[in-house]
């Protein structure tokens, strides 16, 4: 079954860390590039952060300002987002994407609440 499935979200006070997981199957992970995203209530869905391919470039939404690392591991087939200092803007449910040419393929989310 091809499908990405997100993990890692959660509770965490301002200021605090979490770092998100997607696991891939069904694809050949390491020839996708991998972005997360995430969606606010009542907001648009927004870039978070991109990876390629190879893992050798990355770019990040300015919102980011450093506080956010994206990484893979091809070999477990894993994206991975480090989250710190987070704050309750960033409140949101999070997203992975895989995309390669035309295909793309959305994870169902999950879900990071900032609140003290």
């Known amino acids: 079954q091809v499908q990405l499935v997100e993990s890692g979200g959660g509770l965490v006070q301002p200021g605090g860390s979490l770092t998100l997981s997607c696991l891939a199957s069904g694809l050949i992970f390491n020839q996708y590039d991998m972005r997360w995203y995430r969606q606010a209530p009542g907001k648009e869905r927004e870039f978070v952060a991109r990876?390629?391919?190879?893992?050798?470039?990355?770019n990040y939404a300015d919102f980011v300002k450093g506080r956010f690392t994206i990484s893979r591991d091809n070999a477990k087939k894993t994206t991975y987002l480090q989250m710190n200092n987070l704050t309750p803007e960033d409140t949101a449910v999070y997203y992975c994407?895989?995309?390669?040419?035309?295909?793309?393929?959305w994870g169902q989310g999950t879900q990071v609440s900032v609140s003290s």
């Open positions: 990876i390629i391919s190879g893992g050798s470039s990355k």
């Open positions: 994407k895989a995309s390669r040419g035309g295909y793309t393929l």
